[in-house]
């Protein structure tokens, strides 16, 4: 029972992030191209880049739900650098690959290369079991749970701050 009602919340908190894309793409302008770099595979002191060797493509992938996307030159480019992987502040990751804060900069680039802006996103995943209510159960999400649940916040402010862009140069429906 317990694995179908976490089932359950799983897939009810991947459809609010899906419904919650939708609208972003149906709100905003396209993006002619989306790269996803890590910079935090250069520092000594993290193991993230031998624990997650596919997460930019999974970060770029979930942007690319998000942000519609077009074929002219003449549209923003989003370049994304994640910069730390950390589970409590802590950049050596266990074995069990978890971490529970995810950081990066964001720049959107235009093709005159005028008006450019970034910005950065920090995402933290929080599980506090002893807060829950009596009479309820509480689940602690798994690792791939979180891991899922980071790369979509992560995807969902990117494309928020996108879209909330109005500048010249610059392609924002806000």
């Known amino acids: 029972m317990s694995n179908m009602f976490k089932n359950f919340t799983l897939a009810a908190s991947v459809s609010l992030i899906a419904l919650t894309g939708t609208a972003y793409a149906a709100e905003m302008d396209p993006a002619s191209d989306i790269s996803v770099d890590a910079s935090y595979n250069a520092a000594e ?67 005159t290369g005028i008006g450019g802006k970034s910005f950065p996103i920090n995402i933290v995943a929080v599980t506090d079991l002893t807060s829950v209510p009596d009479g309820y159960v509480g689940i602690a999400p798994s690792v791939d749970d979180f891991y899922n649940a980071m790369i979509d916040a992560f995807a969902a402010d990117v494309a928020k701050n996108y879209g909330s862009i109005n500048d010249e140069g610059l392609k924002g429906s806000n």
């Open 45 to 111: 002191d993290t193991n993230a880049m031998e624990m997650f060797p596919g997460i930019t493509q999974d970060v770029e992938v979930a942007i690319a739900k998000l942000i519609p996307m077009s074929d002219s030159p003449n549209d923003p480019v989003i370049r994304v650098d994640i910069r730390k992987l950390a589970l409590d502040g802590d950049t050596i990751l266990p074995d069990s690959t978890e971490f529970n804060q995810m950081e990066g900069v964001v720049a959107i680039d235009t093709v």
